[in-house]
């Protein structure tokens, strides 16, 4: 039997709305994958940015800082988690609004 002939008419309404926001939604998360997020450290000693396909694309390191390399590879690694959890927070609230205000109980 094929798919969807024997579903209730609300069930097909919420399968046109989730394919619709699904669209909408990779049309967003492919939006995200050119932007930039910015991560900083040290009082903006140090900055790393990332693309929404996580990948570190600019580290910047104020010549202000100097010898302490610990103290500095420290900041580095907080300014690029900064950055990434932008990235990834933005992707997780898009996907999330996806399925918010579908009613997708009789589906499965």
Do not use: C, W
């Amino acid at each position: 039997m094929p798919l969807g002939l024997n579903l209730p008419k609300n069930s097909k309404k919420s399968l046109t709305k989730m394919a619709e926001k699904m669209k909408e939604m990779q049309n967003q998360l492919a939006s995200i994958e050119e932007k930039e997020y910015e991560g900083t450290a040290g009082g903006g000693e140090v900055k790393v940015v990332a693309n929404g396909k996580l990948r570190i694309t600019k580290v910047s390191i104020s010549k202000k800082l100097s010898g302490d390399f610990e103290a500095i590879e420290d900041l580095v690694q907080v300014a690029a988690n900064e950055a990434l959890g932008k990235a990834i927070d933005e992707k997780e609230r898009i996907s999330n609004s996806a399925t918010s205000g579908l009613d997708i109980k009789g589906l499965f």
